[in-house]
């Protein structure tokens, strides 16, 4: 386990932005998955929280699976419940999410 509240699934470049990088992050308080790029933003707000790195990496995990058993079940979170625990958590590093703008407006302060 790293010194961070969760660990890190995959890296991924942008591809509109080269040398701008981004994480598949799953939680060590519940298991569920979130990736620091804006697209995730939009996606969890609005539908399943599957951004393309996310699906991207559910794809490459499959293909590399021998089985059905091995593929890892990623629980996706939604905007709402992330927002929380980082709330409750006092955890928000808007530095390493990527989502600085997003979550002071969200917090409401």
């Not at 699934?9 to 509109?16: C, F, G, N, Q």
């Not at 490459?60 to 629980?75: D, N």
């Not at 999410?97 to 979550?103: E, H, S």
Request: proline share 4%; net charge positive.
């Amino acid at each position: 386990m790293s010194g961070h509240p969760y660990d890190v699934l995959d890296t991924v470049e942008s591809s509109s932005s080269p040398g701008t990088f981004y994480e598949i992050r799953t939680s060590h308080r519940d298991g569920k998955t979130y990736c620091t790029c804006p697209g995730w933003i939009h996606k969890a707000r609005k539908s399943d929280g599957i951004c393309k790195h996310i699906a991207a990496y559910m794809q490459r995990m499959k293909r590399v699976a021998k089985t059905v058993a091995e593929v890892p079940k990623l629980v996706i979170y939604k905007l709402d419940e992330f927002l929380a625990v980082k709330r409750n958590d006092n955890l928000i590093d808007v530095e390493s999410t990527g989502m600085k703008k997003k979550l002071h407006v969200n917090r409401g302060l």
